[in-house]
């Protein structure tokens, strides 16, 4: 096979033209059973197109972080993974938080244990550490400040000088922020098992089939997919991103569910999604595990709910804040 060629169709999504497909029954019982019981529904940006479609609010960690503390509702019904339900429960105890799928977990949150994290502060007393927003309620509750790809800059440029900092769990995304900032860290071998599959040589390959397409990744992705990317950033700025470019084609790195709010806000322009070296795109299993389906149970049931020690809860809260203070 020469080096130029995929062995599979690309998934391109072209413009939108028309008017917008119709809620299906199962959407409209979706939405009537939230008024019933008075949530709101947050989603991420790589969840199924027909949970984005009837979400009170789609984003990325950082968003959804904001949203689920302002949120005046008895329920907060959270479309995504495991830790992001967790920090809807952290930042709003007062809610009932809800998960359409109790088992969606992330690889990042399962790379760091908190016995682990624990361990190494106890031998590293002077260390700082800065973690990820993906992770567990337990590690967030050992660290010093939460961020997400969208304010990881910022943030770390805000951590004392005379600080040794501890990036936990991604060490993609942290060595992408310490050529950012210039700031040494230490990096937790931990890795989203669905962003390092990006190759460069499968964007290479695409690349000769869209000659006129910008590599918009995400700071997940290896060294060398983000070194040759157009654009490096969190799902929320691609918006912006291609919003203002002037090209009409976009290689999106990242989870394809992202392309679905693409779709939404630049109906004018074509996104390819990011192939790996097997396959055409490159889903996270544990995003997909969420259903429309299971979304609606959620609702019947009020569960499975998210709980936590109250002490964790508090614990981690203190970063979390820090972190949504210095976002500002």
Request: hydrophobic share 40%; glycine share 4%; aromatic share 6%.
């Amino acid at each position: 096979m020469s080096i130029n060629t995929l062995n599979y169709e690309p998934l391109v999504y072209k413009p939108k033209v028309g008017m917008d497909v119709p809620l299906t029954a199962i959407q409209e019982e979706v939405l009537r059973l939230k008024s019933e019981r008075n949530a709101i529904i947050l989603a991420h940006n790589y969840q199924v197109d027909a949970i984005q479609r009837i979400a009170d609010y789609v984003g990325d960690s950082l968003g959804l972080a904001y949203k689920a503390e302002a949120a005046d509702e008895a329920v907060i019904v959270f479309c995504g993974v495991h830790f992001m339900a967790e920090t809807a429960k952290i930042v709003n105890p007062s809610k009932t938080v809800v998960l359409p799928d109790l088992e969606a977990g992330c690889s990042l949150a399962d790379s760091c244990p908190a016995e682990q994290l624990a361990e190494y502060k106890k031998k590293n007393p002077n260390t700082y550490v800065v973690a990820y927003i993906n992770c567990s309620a337990a590690v967030k509750a050992l660290c010093d400040v939460i961020c997400t790809s969208g304010n990881a800059k910022k943030i770390i440029e805000q951590v004392p000088a005379e600080k040794d900092i501890l990036f936990v769990p991604d060490q993609n995304l942290g060595q992408w922020v310490a050529k950012q900032t210039g700031r040494s860290m230490k990096l937790w071998p931990g890795s989203c098992y669905a962003h390092v599959l990006f190759t460069q040589q499968a964007i290479e390959k695409i690349k000769v089939q869209f000659p006129q397409a910008v590599v918009v990744a995400h700071p997940e992705c290896v060294e060398t997919v983000r070194d040759n990317a157009d654009e490096v950033c969190s799902t929320e700025k691609m918006i912006v991103f291609c919003q203002q470019s002037a090209a009409k084609e976009f290689i999106v790195v990242t989870e394809p569910g992202m392309i679905h709010r693409l779709q939404r806000e630049v109906p004018n322009k074509t996104f390819i999604a990011g192939p790996t070296d097997s396959c055409a795109c490159n889903e996270c299993r544990f995003m997909k595990m969420n259903t429309i389906e299971k979304l609606r149970d959620c609702l019947r049931e009020l569960g499975p709910q998210i709980r936590m020690e109250e002490e964790i809860r508090k614990q981690a809260y203190i970063p979390i804040k820090r972190m949504l203070e210095w976002s500002k």
